[in-house]
């Protein structure tokens, strides 16, 4: 399976498409927890590229923003995204 393949995978797997649909309510928000390892970015890729608005992730610490952010810029090569790693307790990660 090539990458567009299993990125179009994700980006229709039911999981996305509920996260997808329950953000277009005005004024929703979601946490999601217990998403482990290389799973995380292809999550945010899949959502990234279903839907046209930004996304905010706030990761634990810097060194797994800083992976997250590695592992999607592999896999959103030309889509335009901004990583801040400011000096606060949580890491944040815009994708717009």
Known sequence: MELPDLLAA???DNRICLIDNTLKIEGSSISIKGIN??????????????????HLFI???????AY??????????KKKYFF?????K????LMN
Do not use: K
């Open 84 to 88: 801040c790693h400011l000096a606060i």
């Open 59 to 65: 990761m634990d610490d810097w060194e797994q923003a």
């Open 68 to 77: 997250f952010e590695n592992d999607l810029s592999a896999l959103l090569e």
């Open 37 to 54: 390892g290389a799973l995380s970015p292809f999550f945010a890729a899949g959502l990234f590229m279903r839907t046209n608005y930004n």
């Open 10 to 12: 994700y980006a229709n």
């Open 90 to 93: 949580n890491r944040v990660f």
